[in-house]
């Protein structure tokens, strides 16, 4: 039960981080992604890789909640479209995840696939450098996790690297362009 | 003899070309002696180390890594051709003075034109050949880029071609070496290749081709290099075809589809040079029209052909040499060297192309008709020449780079040379079909006075000399200054606009309709490709997620 | 380390100090060092971490800085590309790690291709570029620097993760977009109004080459492309750097050294794209030989932009003179005798 559950809670998040405007939003987005991958990855990789993403993933939305715009800006007006998105993904990724792959990890393929999708859609579609990174980090977060599809015993320093680069992207400086 | 004196005719022009070019860099032109050292060295290395021995000497070093050895041979196929494309270079770079940068360039062009000859493989030939064409299109635009000059996309598609035919035998025949690939890898597609490629790298084509239009630039001291290092590859490769297919092209289909083409263009030849305005403007028509004859000699696939194709492939060479060094005015230097270019007895050229006519008759069937279309194409060069005598000098080259004197006894020693047809043929031509035709090469017979045919002997001593002294004899006794020449009408005009011109603003003037103009307009797509659309990435991945679908 | 990688990475290296020695006077030789020090970091991490889940994490930060260096595209515009190139690929993984049929695992193939691509940058995912960008700060950075030995790492990795009935579709692939760049690459080099576009568009077509390379999976296929990236970091790279005062003063030159620039932009012999292309047209014919008819006549599409890129270069003194001489030896060198670097390659 805790497995799939753990797997909406990342679908949630990402969802979060979609059609979040604002930097609280976003970052409650990134925590429940956080949340949702450190309990597949203490399931499937152990206690470490659960602690490092987890870490990886506070860092990144503690700091998210203090740049970016203010406020939390969640469906905003406008946002109509990313819902639907986020509904529609999770219903295909259920589907791949569940009936056309087969495993045990089918919570964590659903949670990858959605966290990794929505995530991407949210780059494409966004010019704001702070919902960019948001979603750079559930990324992150996701890939980090990829390790444990296919292997039973997947090592931690994936997910330490990516707790790490997580972190990482909420300092990264966002500059203007220059003019030419 | 060490297999390491192979790389002596390569490496000489080299090693020179760097000294002129290094001592350049520092300010101090090293001249003329230089450049002439370094290409004469190449000469002096072809005869000592082929004229001893008269037998293959061949050196392979290590792999280079594409599937190729380092494999250089001096035969009798490589010694011919390396001494046809050194002598005019050698001649013009002793006595036309030019820039230290271009004489540099000149001599590693002629190393790139030697080293294709002398590779061992298709593969190091395309190589070679490949460098020899870029360092000439480099020469030509060092001396006046707003001149004429090959369209480089013509000359890199040949050597590329070139270089396709090399792999495919590699794969499909394990070695793209001359003496080692199986006959049966050589297929009529892989033979369509090699022939396409080897009549693009000389520019045999029945219209006006770069081989042409470089006599027509302003100075003709890069035109002459330029077409004395590349002008013979073509038909190098044709020659050694015959080697890789022991003896014989894949199928006679190619021997008369290749000596029809060089008959257009040798009749495409004289009838431009027939209806020319300068005297230049022939001129410039006298080595397609030599290669024209010399690729329908070679392509005939008998030895008696294959020697003549050589022999006219030699007196081209000669002519190269002539035509760069002649000054653009009336006098007797032109008048031997129009002479010499038509083919009056008892030159060379006469007696070349008489072997080559009957070598057509004895090779029998269509061929024999091609040989008869070769005498009609003869005799309008002959008309065009006398016509050409008469004309304007044309734009004319510096004075500084003609040396009348010279071109002069180069005309009269191919116009003389009809008695020592024989002696070359079977110095310098035999040992070609005696490489590449090995089963079919003991019918060339005759010895140093007379050459034998199938079906005659002709004996160019005792006919080409009596000829000889009567021409001598005619030309004491006749006032020359009582001549007055004249321009004479064409036989027959040329369009002013071939078709082929024609159609290429036909091409040009083609445009989109209106209504299609924004489907096919390439700003519009390149700014949906680059602008970094999420929707055109998105539909990107679909269209590969479908694709494989289908696979 | 893939061998591959590593000789990579020293070309790249080499490809940086002559950068930091010859730029043109109005580069910033600090900005060159730093950045083209820190671009090789992340690229030498990359060929460095064990597995390719380490090398999405590693390209994903590589992106990220890149996107922070000052330019004139927008932060959103410069972070798009890696983030969805390491989104597809860790896409791709999945999908080719899961039990499934064996359409699944061609998806992920889908996913791993199309994540090279955005990575690099070349069609579909072409990276939008700004002709007064600094190089440090271009997409040429991904074509030219950081992406050879991306590509290398990912194809390396790729191929040992996918199972044998993806594989021939990872190759297909491959040569099918490899086909799409060389012709868009090499029309789009000479038909664009801008000549630093041309100058990508460049690097584009050579990508084109090296994406036919990689997948045409045998030693040929392999040494070739690997030929190809060796061009692009000691040639293309090098060259496109020098160029660009004299693009921004907007003058263009035809002397000699302007075609043989040209030549060698070409892949003409005896530069090292010649010898490139043999062994391309090599491995073509073991595959399927008319693939390799259709491979020599796109190569020709390579001349008319090359001509015009040589012309771009105008006319180098001095320094940028003597790097030109240098850049045009080394690759008449690997043209002529490209063994040992294949060798050290193992390949």
Known sequence: ?????????????????????????????????????????????????????AAGGVTAAARRSV??????????????????????????????????????????????????????????????????????????????????????????????????????????????PIAA | MPSAVVVAPIALPLIVAAAIAVFGLAGINLGRAAAAAGAWSCAAALLAVWVPIRSSIELVLGQLGYGSALDLRIDGVSFAFGLVIVTPVAVLLTLQPRPWADSAIALVGLAA??????????????????????????????????????????????????????????????????????????????????????????????????????WTRPSLRAAGITVATLF???????????????????????????????????????????????????????????????????????????????????????????????????????????????GLPPSVTFGARVLGIEATFEAGDFLGLIGIAAAITWVVWVVAGARAIGLPGGRGHPAAETFPLVATSIALLTLSGGPALALLQSGFANPVAGEVMRSTAGSLSGGLTAIGTTSSLLPVVTLFTPLLVMAVVVYLVTNTRAIRTQARPALFPIPPTPIGERIRVALRGAAVPEEYRTVFSFRELEAAAARGNPIVWIVALAALGFAVTRY | MPPEALELLVIAAAALAFAVVFAPATASRRALLVRGGAGLAGTAAIAAVPTLDLALLVLLVLGALHAAVAGTRSFAVRLRPPVIAVAMLALGLLLVRVEAPDLVARFGAVGLVAGMAAGVGVLPYLHPIEPDEALTASPVAWLGFIGPVLAVVLVFRAQGALPIQAGGVFGGMLVGLGLLNMAWGGVAAWRTADEVAA???????????????????????????????????????????????????????????????????????????????????RASTQIYWPLALVLALVMLLWLPGSLRLGRSLGQPRGRQALGVALILAVNVAAGLYPLPLLAAARL
């Open chain 2, 113 to 214: 034109s030697i080293a294709a000859v002398e590779a061992g493989g298709v593969v190091l030939t395309a190589i070679a050949g490949g460098t020899a064409a870029t360092v000439g299109v480099v020469l030509l635009d060092t001396e006046d880029p707003d001149a004429q000059r090959p369209a480089w996309g013509f000359l890199l598609s040949a050597w590329l071609a070139l270089a396709l035919v090399g792999v495919v035998l590699q794969v499909g025949g394990g070695t793209a070496v001359y003496s080692a690939v199986p006959v049966s890898a050589v297929t009529a597609p892989v033979f369509s290749l090699l022939a396409a490629a080897a009549v693009l790298a000389s520019g045999l084509l029945p219209w006006r081709s770069w081989p042409a239009q470089l």
């Open chain 3, 199 to 281: 100058w990508r568009y460049s690097f584009v077509a050579d990508w084109g080459l090296v994406l036919c390379g990689f997948g045409l999976t045998v030693a040929d296929g392999q040494r070739a492309a690997l030929l190809v990236l060796a061009g692009l970091l000691a040639g293309r790279l090098p060259l496109y750097l020098i160029s660009r005062q004299a693009i921004r003063e907007k003058t263009t030159t035809r002397r000699p050294i302007n075609l043989v620039v040209a030549a060698a932009l070409a892949g003409s012999a005896p530069f090292v794209g010649f010898g490139a292309r043999i062994l391309l047209l």
């Open chain 1, 1 to 53: 039960m805790i497995q799939p559950a753990a797997g909406i809670v990342v679908w949630l998040g990402a969802s979060m981080v979609v059609v979040g405007d604002g930097r609280r939003g976003l970052a409650a987005g990134i925590a429940l992604s956080t949340l949702g991958l450190a309990v597949l990855a203490f399931v499937n990789a152990g206690p470490v890789a659960a602690a490092a993403i």
């Open chain 2, 232 to 342: 013979p590859l073509g038909f190098y490769l044709l020659v050694r075809a015959y080697e890789l297919g022991d003896g014989r092209y894949p199928s006679p289909a190619f021997n008369v589809l290749l000596s029809v083409v060089g008959l257009a263009v040798a009749l495409s030849a004289a009838a431009r040079a027939q209806a020319v305005a300068t005297r230049r403007e022939f001129l410039a028509e006298v080595v397609p029209g030599f290669g024209g004859f010399a690729l329908t000699a070679i392509a005939l696939s008998t030895p008696l052909g294959l020697v003549t194709g050589i022999v006219l492939i030699a007196v081209a060479s000669a002519l190269v040499a002539c035509l760069a060094l002649l000054p653009d005015r009336a006098g007797i230097e032109s008048v031997v060297a129009i002479a010499a270019a038509v």
């Open chain 1, 67 to 176: 740049t970016g715009p203010a406020g939390w800006e969640v469906l905003a007006p406008g946002s109509t479209p990313r819902l639907v998105l986020c509904i529609a993904t999770a219903l295909v990724a259920f589907w791949i995840a569940d009936a056309v792959t087969a495993g045990p990890v089918a919570s964590l393929r659903f949670a990858l696939m959605t966290g990794i999708a929505l995530s991407a859609a949210r780059v494409l579609s966004t010019a704001e450098p702070a919902a960019q990174l948001s979603a750079s980090a559930v990324v992150a977060l996701c890939a980090a996790s990829v390790g444990a599809i296919g292997s039973s015993q997947p090592g931690v320093w994936p997910y330490v690297v990516g707790g790490l680069v997580a972190a990482l992207l909420g300092w990264i400086p966002t500059r203007s």
